[in-house]
């Protein structure tokens, strides 16, 4: 057991005071790994009084010094790597191989970029006779879901630290491994004590943070029922919120394009880490004429998800990243087969391969627009393919869930694949299979919720400016 009753603050581990409890399981075998405590008002209070403290000396320091604690960070976390790899992917369901580089290796290097970039930015300009400076927004609330953990964790502490904020994180109970790999790389690194600090626990302790009159901005990854939430908590208090929320993204294959490329991404994509990615394209666009070819290749293309232990080398897709989940995603599968959608692969009755949370790689053809499995987030590894009449009804398909994270297009040409691409709502748009670039800016359009992480956009958003006019 590796139990989690302690939260860092100002600087130290301190044990936990309360009695609450979550349970961690190991994805794949369902057994109780550990528990994490949850922290209480005190504690949260005490965390937020850290990072006030420490705010007017850590936002007032260079962009260079800030950037060299960044960099020591990365290190001291690298050196944590392939425990860390091991420990998300129990918690996780992640296969190990891909834990290594998507978990560990992806968010390292992201403390690193984002060092050099808060580096290269500009935190002041002169615009007519006022001198903008970037002033750092204040105390953060940092709140994380576990599907990522470390990435997520990455995505709002570097860029915020980097913009001159200080930090209290509370992240997801299901997954706090990466949360206290980081408090032990920041003791490491040496930051200043209360520059960043870390509360364990669920919903009970996060909402404190969020309402805690000493936080200046909450910045919160997760669901977008839980978002609504915040927002509202937030507004109340008119704190400034970013919000990254879930999705229902599209990918639309256009008359023309590699058939058999837009189902191997397709299936990659909604697949990566049991479908349990916010910006995973779980819905597939295809005319109507290529119905049969696309659901001939998809059924074909499946068995090669190979589902099973996630510490195998062979395996492409583990378990679910607990018991509820497994139970949710199941009776949205079972809902769909009631409603006679065509089941291409996978399915209710598919055989999962241990204990632990598994769910068979699913894929339901003919789904209409309108049905849920085509308008709600299932987060966990089944696709749904819907047709289109003409580029316009594709068009109007991709748009209308809601939703509007991550999009893909495939086209015969590039061109033409940027010409859908800009009538896309979403926030990152992929032509004919174009990779992830952690320096472009990544969030969600209309339910994917308000902001944008990554590269200088990252920062931007844990900026406010401030103009001095000059007397000419
Ligand atoms: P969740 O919303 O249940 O929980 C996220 C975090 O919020 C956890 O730390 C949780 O403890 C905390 N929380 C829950 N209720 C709270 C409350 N009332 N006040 C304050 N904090 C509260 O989400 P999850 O199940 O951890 O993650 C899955 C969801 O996250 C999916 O919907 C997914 O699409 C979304 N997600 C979005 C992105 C993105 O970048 N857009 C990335 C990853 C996950």
């Not at 479908?275 to 004429?289: D, E, Y």
């Amino acid at each position: 057991m590796q139990d989690y009753l302690f939260h860092f603050i100002d600087g130290a581990w301190q044990n936990a005071a309360g009695s609450a409890r979550s349970i961690v399981d190991d994805a794949a075998t369902a057994a109780a790994i550990g528990l994490v405590a949850h922290a209480e008002a005190a504690e949260v209070d005490r965390a937020v009084m850290a990072a006030r403290a420490a705010f007017p000396a850590w936002s007032a320091s260079t962009p260079a010094h800030r950037a060299g604690f960044l960099r020591a960070i990365a290190d001291a976390l690298e050196a944590r790597g392939e425990a860390l790899a091991q420990a998300i992917s129990r918690e996780v369901g992640m296969p190990l191989k891909l834990s290594r580089r998507i978990q560990v290796d992806a968010p390292v290097a992201a403390w690193r970029q984002t060092a050099g970039i808060g580096e290269g930015m500009r935190f002041e300009e002169e615009v007519g006779h006022s001198l903008v400076t970037q002033e750092a927004a204040g105390v953060v609330a940092a709140i994380t879901p576990w599907n990522y953990p470390l990435h997520q964790i990455t995505a709002k502490l570097a860029a915020a630290l980097m913009a001159g904020c200080t930090v209290v994180l509370k992240p997801s109970e299901l997954a706090p491994a990466a949360a206290q790999a980081l408090g032990e790389a920041v003791a490491q690194a040496q930051l200043p004590p209360g520059v960043v600090n870390i509360v364990f626990g669920a919903a009970d302790s996060g909402q404190a943070l969020v309402e805690h009159r000493g936080v200046d901005m909450v910045s919160f990854t997760g669901s977008t029922e839980v978002g609504r939430r915040i927002a509202a908590l937030a507004g109340a208090q008119l704190k400034r919120v970013a919000l990254e929320l879930g999705g229902k993204s599209a990918s639309v294959a256009m008359p023309g394009a590699d058939a058999e490329r837009v189902v191997r991404h397709a299936l990659a994509s909604c697949l990566l880490n049991s479908g349990q990615t916010c910006s995973a394209i779980t819905r597939l666009l295809v005319p109507q004429a290529d119905y049969g070819r696309y659901r001939a290749l998809l059924a074909a293309a499946a068995p090669a998800f190979v589902t099973g232990d996630p510490a195998l080398p062979s395996t492409r897709v583990g378990p679910l990243v607990s018991a509820r989940q497994r139970e949710r995603v199941l009776a949205i599968i079972r809902a769909a087969e009631d409603e006679g959608l065509d089941l291409v692969a996978g399915g209710s009755q598919a055989t999962p391969p241990g204990a632990g949370h598994f769910v068979a790689p699913t894929v339901f053809g003919q789904v209409a627009a309108t049905a849920a499995l085509a308008r709600e987030e299932v987060f966990g590894p089944v696709l749904a393919v819907l047709t289109y009449a003409d580029e316009d009804d594709a068009v109007q398909q991709a748009n209308g869930a809601g939703y509007g994270l991550a999009a893909a297009v495939w086209a015969e040409s590039p061109e033409e694949g940027l010409r859908l691409a800009r009538r896309l709502r979403a926030g990152q748009v992929d032509v004919n299979g174009a990779p992830f670039n952690p320096a472009a800016p990544f969030g969600g359009f209309g339910l994917s919720g308000i902001g944008r992480e990554g590269g200088r956009y990252g920062i931007d958003e844990y900026l406010e400016p401030r103009a001095i006019q000059l007397p000419r």
